[in-house]
């Protein structure tokens, strides 16, 4: 029977030769696999948020909302491997703003390179990280879009979150991620993202809202167009943070099953916190807010996900739920139009996962760090102020630069809709299409 | 002839369906609207009551010749109004018919109907 | 180029430090990788049965039978790692009823905890093949859901499932699966949930179907809201329901890919088998009849998929879909209103399934188990007897346990809705929701 | 706390040992998972592509056009376990027209077989490539259907997938893959299919577009009838090409991080470039444009995913999109009705790819390739050479048996509709169903 | 002036549409509605025939200068009917329009048809 | 009593409901239609403009006391009247309103409008 096997074999042969007989080429396949999963789970995630937002909008915007993260896929991919991948994880250039490695310019000088072990061992290949981590770099901008959506321009959104990228996202990778940056050597924990990717959306996110002002008409009264897409979105995005989370331990082993559990927990406990609350506050348990108690649930143990412990994450569920329900009646208290709760859900959600996590770190870690970066051992209250320092860190960068960002598209090629096309919709406007062509005779 | 036009809650429908048919009503066109009235509904978004300026209703049509105007309305009234006094039942509108044709026989006036 | 590479390093080793420093707690990284994998592509089952079933109820009730996979989503996660996993695979108690560990409540004692082969290699770490079974005591409610589908309460719904999870899901999971479970004992296959997952989810529905009354209104002529909906979410289901069954095999090797061959070979054989005899029988092969062969190919493969060969596939997609298909012309007959067809499809084609597989056993098959537990060999007879009594004894306990749970439901808080909810319609009436906002003028 | 976990043991180990107790069974745990993951995300293409397609069409077709994927689903994985994988990857037949193995027949004889490695270490199980190649021969077909979308009757249309498959894409797949392929043997570069898959999808559903003749109607002034959907589509068709072009690397190492980051680039540099023309040629960037862009980008480095770097895969992307959009523009000058461009984004997009490929090979490859076919270096001008061969032979093949299938099936049992099923809607006249129920009241 | 209001298949819209425009009908609205008459639709859900209660529609109004009348219901019946004697083909309603008025220009009148 | 029937762009719902409201015309019941008229709207279709042959518009019924026609007529006009001279803008219609019934009260005439 294997006579036409052997033959077979020379097709996966040629690819397989290829890594095989280069020198010191070889990785850790398990890990690896695992790595590819997670990236493709973490792309799984646009998709899922272009639906989640897309069903809350009006129906004259769902096509333009959804756009807003499909076109963050396509533009942040390529500005990631031109220039955000050196930003992020390059060496420290201008005092450690940002990194830069000129290796890393469009990945030039990373066809061949394997990320190894103390041992030498390889691990995964130096591609798979930086995909991963682009991955990260699309998201961010895209869950950003949702504090001003229904109000801005194809255009000027294009160019708002390039620079925003540019200016906002590599330089707080850097400090976090790196090992040059200087949170990270502070031992800021920030597992996938706490700061980097949710606060820091999550505050531009209000910034932009602010300075953008609101939607026209009685924004109090709009309604969504598709909840039921909204929710298969919820559904897209909690199986895809099992990337997000369990991918960015890069391992495929204990590390790995620790973040996957305290992530679903960490969901589960937000998604029935909210049913809970609204039901006793309103007497209605709604969809759209167990999606989102997910949410705040997944971004809350964002951070955590490499510490907590299957208790800890479903206190972060808890009170990520509450404290975000509890934001959101503020919000409309307050009166700024953050669309989507980009600031109320992430912002707010992040900033409890960050800071609450150090109540709930499994003793083992305390240990573990030391060896690495201490000599002697922390306590809880040393953590929560390396915590709240990252933290304040994260909301004055985010601020201070969305600002610059925002005043630059806006004096040059403008932000915001005028009248005519917020009242026409983004879809007709800017897109030349409309969302839904069945519900109208065609 | 009459043209009755009914604008009811969209939870009625079957109920006003059952109704006309009892009153050996068969045929009716009903479509999707939104209605702007009294009547104000809640939805719930994120913790928040949502009153949305715009409530989805159902609009019946019905052609009738003139000897069963009343008992169509009636049936309409049976079986859309809901218990207690609720703003939202809803509308009846009746307009006067000119002509109606049957397409399929071609036939006209009240045979057609 | 590696001079960065280096520093880079330290993000990583931080994670893997943490486990491969650690005493024993090294895994098998291509397995683990795989299980991961499949406890994500389990989870996406949960959002693709929400669309599924969602788009096959009336426009009023989209969202509540949505919310019906997903709010299992939320509490079945968190009574899992409180009790279930330790009911399910710890220690008899009650004389075998269940199990119980305490060191699983709330996964408590298994931080570090890893699978290990007989040679004492780590396998998986524990908390995967958690979260991995996890997964179907969310799926399994949520699956029964389908039977009472538009016609119960929100809060009573959250109770029974609950209830359900603890007193008829959890014990029966325990025989079947767990190493001291008396059926398990037995040598009664099933692979991946024919009996615990299929069988039990359609008698408990027909169950609370009878026992809850049909729909109110004419129920034979209700069509569904969406079915462009549904054939979404059976293509997330059959992709999901490779990590169900290849998952299943714990491994990542030959045994992993039997199963997921034969999975796809018993659905494509469904799917063509329901279109075929729709197609001479009513003269239109339909879009929900080729969803519902898939569907019934995939439970009938479901405790087979260790021990069929393709052939077998074929064959228990094919008896799975003609048998499934007479029990929904019986059922119209009969005249209850399960209204999904959670019998009709789960509990039909879970029973095909679990007993016919007796007849398509790999011969290799025999030879394997005896090392095991039998001392001479095994005849198809023997072994079909086996199969009969582990499925008599899935059906008649749900029965009875299922009619305990919704007496006790019924009598306390309530399960069936009231006339004016249910024609106002779950969405409106438990969640003050709209599914489709689009389809009026906003 | 291990005692209980020893027991659980016994679980896993039944089906362990089915693999690791056999002679020789051992597999690569890491990439066997990497393979099975991508086995499960091509099959999430599928879905993919019946939202993308189904989306494009009018209301009255929808749930039909759905049905060509899936109906593909289930037809083309039957006929791949019977014959299809023996005729694409048996030995030899009919003077290499396409292969056959009796052991292949069903797959009867790969129960236990691995595919090994030089050195004979085990890789994965044969049934792992047969499934992943099997899902190609799903795809391929489904692709193709959108060229005649609207307007084929449904028994027509699986009679001429089924002869389709057998007598064009085994025989493609059989050149071009096989070990003893002539086109395989010449070093034609096909990574994952741009001429078995893309070009010969393209060009037979130009033929079979021109066959059948135009809709019924004007068919320019036809729009979408849920872009929403069309868009969830490319989302998943995205995150399935991960398995499309990575899997095809039968690894889960550097060859296989390389595909896929070109992947993610090829595809956002094909929806950038999209958005850039057509911003500047219409002063609107369509949400669809996006998605062809996409496509384009990703048909175009399906063929080139293993041999270009970063830079070439931008280029790949950039060159993808701006000829197929002006492919689109002359194909309305030429008036022919490609009801949804199967050719002019798989077709063109494939071509492009599997020519432009040539100009920005990695260095390395180059050697790498002597090793096994060649004693010297080869020029690009020859490897153009030999693109262009293969580019050739698969457009001419495709074009005459296409012809011959069509003949055959329009001869017989019938392939366009009448005028009466067109204008009814393929899902009422051959499905006895509506897509959306909820645009009308119930 | 008169309202015409056409109840017809979905089917038949294309050709209804296209007749119009040849008997120089240029302006039309179109919606969707739902009817219940003599007609039976079936549709297949799980190997059962369904017989929904409500059968998909479009609704057609086209306001007419009286003159137009006559050549616009002819144009609807040419379009609509379908071979045979088929229920279902649908219904002509006539009523009566006092005022008509092109909000862009404010005519009134039949100028404004 | 008439029944006036205006057909507007989709955009200009808003601000035609806020005229109306301005005018103390609270009740409305508004619908999804499709039309063909005079004006082309394009939609750009992988490259190509495509100009669908019905285009979305949206239909506002109001039933109003005889007093009451001329100031909804015009606030009609206020808000679905767009800068320039744009065809498109739309039609109203009046017809006459025979009965109207308050489902609710079972009021008829003009205190049920
Ligand atoms: N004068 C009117 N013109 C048009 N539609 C009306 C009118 N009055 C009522 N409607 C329709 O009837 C629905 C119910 O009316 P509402 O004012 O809520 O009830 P009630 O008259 O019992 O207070 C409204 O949503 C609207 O669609
Ligand atoms: N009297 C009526 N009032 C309102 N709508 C009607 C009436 N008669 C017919 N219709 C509409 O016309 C459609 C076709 O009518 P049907 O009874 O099936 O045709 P036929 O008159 O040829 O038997 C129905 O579905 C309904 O929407
Ligand atoms: N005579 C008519 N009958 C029915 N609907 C009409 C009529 N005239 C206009 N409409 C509706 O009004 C809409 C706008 O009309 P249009 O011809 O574009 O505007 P204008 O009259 O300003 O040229 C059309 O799309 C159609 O729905």
């Known amino acids: 029977m294997n006579r ?53 909008v009006r129906t004259k915007n769902v096509l333009g909302t959804m756009m807003h993260s499909f076109t963050a896929m396509g533009v942040m991919t390529i500005l ?55 991955k990260f770099a699309i998201i961010t901008p895209a869950i950003l879009a949702g504090a001003f959506a229904e ?27 790196a090992s040059d940056g200087f949170l990270f050597n502070m031992d800021a924990i920030d597992f996938a993202g706490g700061t980097v990717v949710h606060i820091s959306a999550g505050v531009s996110g209000l910034v932009a809202a602010i300075y953008l002002g609101a939607r026209r008409g009685n924004y109090k009264k709009m309604t969504p167009n598709n909840l039921v897409m909204t929710m298969m979105g919820v559904g897209l995005l909690w199986v895809g943070w099992f990337g997000f989370n369990a991918g960015s331990s890069i391992n495929s082993g204990l590390s790995t099953a620790q973040a996957l559990t305290v992530t ?31 949410l705040a649930g997944l971004v809350a143990i964002t951070p955590a996900a490499g510490v907590v412990t299957p208790i800890g994450a479903l206190a972060l569920g808890f009170f990520a739920s509450v404290i975000c329900y509890g934001a959101l009646i503020l919000k409309n208290k307050l009166g700024y139009d953050d669309t989507l709760d980009a600031f109320g859900i992430h912002g707010v959600g992040g900033i409890v996962g960050a800071i609450f996590l150090t109540f709930f770190i499994r003793a083992s870690w305390f240990d573990g760090m030391e060896s690495y970066f201490f000599t002697g051992n922390r306590t809880m209250a040393e953590q929560l102020g390396i ?46 299409e409309r969302g839904y062509g069945m519900v109208n005779p065609q | 002839m009459k043209l009755i036009t ?108």
């Open chain 1, 387 to 432: 915590q709240s320092f990252a933290v304040g860190i994260a909301i004055v960068y985010s601020i201070i630069s969305t600002l610059i960002v925002l005043l630059v598209v806006d004096k040059t090629i403008g932000l915001r809709s005028t009248k005519e096309e917020e009242m026409k919709g983004l879809d007709d406007s800017y897109h030349g």
């Open chain 1, 4 to 56: 036409n096997l052997k033959i077979l074999l020379s097709l996966p042969l040629i690819f397989i030769s290829l890594g095989a007989f280069a020198q010191g080429t070889d990785t850790d396949h398990g890990i690896t696999s695992w790595m590819l999963t997670s990236t493709a789970l973490v792309l799984l995630m646009v998709p899922g948020l272009a639906m989640f937002y897309g069903g809350l």
């Open chain 1, 151 to 177: 109000r801005v321009t194809f255009k000027g959104y294009v160019i708002f979150i390039a620079l925003w990228g540019l200016l906002v996202y590599n330089p707080l990778c850097h400090w976090v991620w």
């Open chain 2, 6 to 113: 009914a604008i009811i809650r969209e939870t009625q429908l079957n109920q006003v369906h059952e109704e006309l048919i009892h009153a050996e009503i068969e045929r009716i066109t009903v479509s999707r609207v939104s209605g702007h009235g009294r009547q104000k509904r809640e939805e719930i978004y994120r913790g928040q009551v949502v009153i949305p300026s715009l409530i989805p209703k159902i609009k019946i049509e019905i052609a009738v010749n003139d000897a069963f105007v009343d008992q169509t309305i009636d049936a309409i009234i049976r079986g859309a109004k809901t218990e207690g006094d609720n703003v939202g039942d809803g509308k009846i509108f009746v307009t006067n018919l000119e002509q109606c044709i049957r397409i399929r026989t071609s036939e006209r006036g009240s045979e057609a109907i």
């Open chain 1, 80 to 134: 990631w491997a031109a220039v955000g991948y050196s930003m992020s994880f390059g060496g420290n250039i201008l005092g450690g703003w940002f990194g830069w490695s000129p290796d890393y310019f469009f990945l030039q000088g990373i066809d061949n390179s394997i990320i190894k072990d103390d041992a030498g061992m390889g691990i995964i290949p130096e591609y798979i990280f930086t995909m991963f981590q682009g």
């Open chain 1, 264 to 294: 679903q927990i960490a969901a589960a406990a937000g998604a029935v916190t909210w049913l809970l609350i609204e039901g006793f506050h309103q007497g209605k348990a709604s969809a759209l807010g167990l999606a989102s108690g997910v």
